[in-house]
């Protein structure tokens, strides 16, 4: 333990360290952490309106009235609802890309307004050229995430260099100018630089291989992707979260740039689902929903089962924890218990840490590979307690058994190991009473 622990601290922790702080890596944690309430949103607007068995081949009783009225309710409300779920998720990469303009410019300390919006019409040139040189608006959601990053770097970055080395600046000052208007026409020059090279970039990558940009980014990033969603990508993933999160550094280090590859499938399955794709026939299944209901149950590390574990512990301390602790891991946030108990840099409870939350991600990917549980395409938000949110995301209320299971094998697998901190901490307060 003693030289794991130092070549973790040594060699993995400074990487760590630098990757969660590189200013990439923020701007684009910021931008999906504020979209979080919109992505919310806009899935549950689909759940409304997406009844999950149809009355007609139903026998008479409850439950075929209770999906009659649930087809009614959607029948009614399914313009205005389809509405919120087209510009919430539909538009998704136009938002990140607007996001990646402000936080970018808020960590430069630039007035936001220009970089905000050379970010966002640099990704619009990308994601819209056509190939038959038309416009095209099908990649301004999930699928054009991929360039949205790419498209927001690369002309913030060249907006940056081009406005501080003042490329044919226009100084306004002095003319009476409001200052918003002063920057923008002050920078004229280094907008046009930038949309003439993005679109003859585009025009040159389409001529080559004949495709959209947003498909030919994929297409080079399709092994990444079929890493993650696959059971070693789970494993490899959640084992390193979990390894970092032990050692204090927070598992949004790699979580934030996994992002774009979760919500790339997330929202690939939100759009075949909608355009009639069974749910246990969506192309993925590793997506957001999958990793923050499923393997996450309880916060990093499964651990709403240590916290159930917790509250009727025979020691004081570790009860409190767990009593105080409890409700928010049914929120799926366990700082009381990572730091309370603690877990982190705690050897006793580092492999049922470092094992339960890639073992939910097995058992999950298994259920689903095999048609035992819909697939996810809606996402109730990740602090939206486990059954709850299992249901939202499958419309199927065999996710709910299924995150039931997953708390039970979590209890297990912490079981022993806490069995053997309780009595650790048992000797301690039995020591300190007879003191």
Not at 201 to 216: A, D, F, K, R
């Amino acid at each position: 333990m003693g030289k794991f622990t130092e070549f973790i601290e040594k060699h993995i922790a400074p990487m760590a360290n630098k990757l969660g702080r590189n200013k990439y890596v923020v701007a684009l944690q910021n931008s999906f952490f504020a979209m979080i309430p919109f992505i919310t949103v806009g899935s549950l607007a689909l759940v409304l309106i997406s009844p999950p068995a149809d009355y007609t081949v139903m026998d008479p009783g409850i439950a075929r009235t209770l999906m009659q009225g649930w087809q009614a309710f959607a029948d009614f409300t399914g313009p205005t609802f389809n509405f919120i779920n087209a510009v919430t998720m539909n538009l998704l990469a136009f938002w990140i890309a607007m996001g990646m303009g402000l936080n970018l410019a808020k960590q430069h300390k630039m007035t936001p307004h220009m970089p905000v919006l050379i970010t966002t019409m640099s990704f619009l040139i990308w994601a819209t050229m056509n190939p038959e040189g038309s416009l095209t608006f099908d990649y301004l959601g999930g699928t054009g995430l991929f360039v949205a990053l790419v498209a927001s770097i690369v002309s913030f970055e060249l907006y940056r260099m081009l406005a501080e080395k003042k490329v044919g600046h226009i100084d306004l000052s002095g003319a009476g100018v409001p200052p918003a208007l002063a920057d923008s026409l002050g920078n004229l020059v280094p907008v046009i630089i930038i949309f003439v090279l993005f679109g003859v970039v585009g025009q040159i990558l389409m001529g080559i291989t004949g495709s959209p940009i947003p498909e030919l980014m994929t297409l080079v990033m399709s092994p990444l992707m079929g890493l993650v969603d696959s059971i070693g990508g789970i494993i490899f993933l959640a084992v390193l979260v979990m390894i970092l999160w032990w050692f204090g550094i927070h598992d949004s280090v790699i979580t934030g740039p996994l992002d774009v590859f979760l919500m790339n499938n997330y929202s690939a399955n939100m759009a075949a689902f909608t355009a009639g794709t069974a749910a246990v026939a969506l192309p993925y299944i590793v997506n957001e929903p999958f990793w923050w209901t499923f393997m996450t149950i309880g916060g990093s590390g499964a651990t709403l089962g240590l916290a159930f574990l917790a509250m009727t512990s025979k020691s004081k301390q570790i009860k409190t924890i767990g009593r105080l602790g409890v409700v928010p891991a049914l929120f799926n946030i366990n700082e009381p218990l990572i730091f309370g108990l603690p877990i982190m840099y705690n050897p006793t409870l580092l492999i049922p840490f470092i094992v339960a939350m890639p073992l939910n991600g097995v058992i999950t990917y298994v259920c689903m590979a095999t048609g035992l549980v819909n697939k996810s395409f809606a996402y109730g938000g990740w602090n939206m307690p486990a059954p709850i949110s299992a249901f939202i995301a499958t419309l199927d209320w065999r996710a709910i058994v299924l995150t039931i299971v997953l708390i039970v094998i979590d209890m297990v697998v912490y079981l022993p190991f806490f069995k053997v901190y309780e009595k650790q901490k048992l000797a301690e307060e039995a020591g300190s009473v007879q003191e």
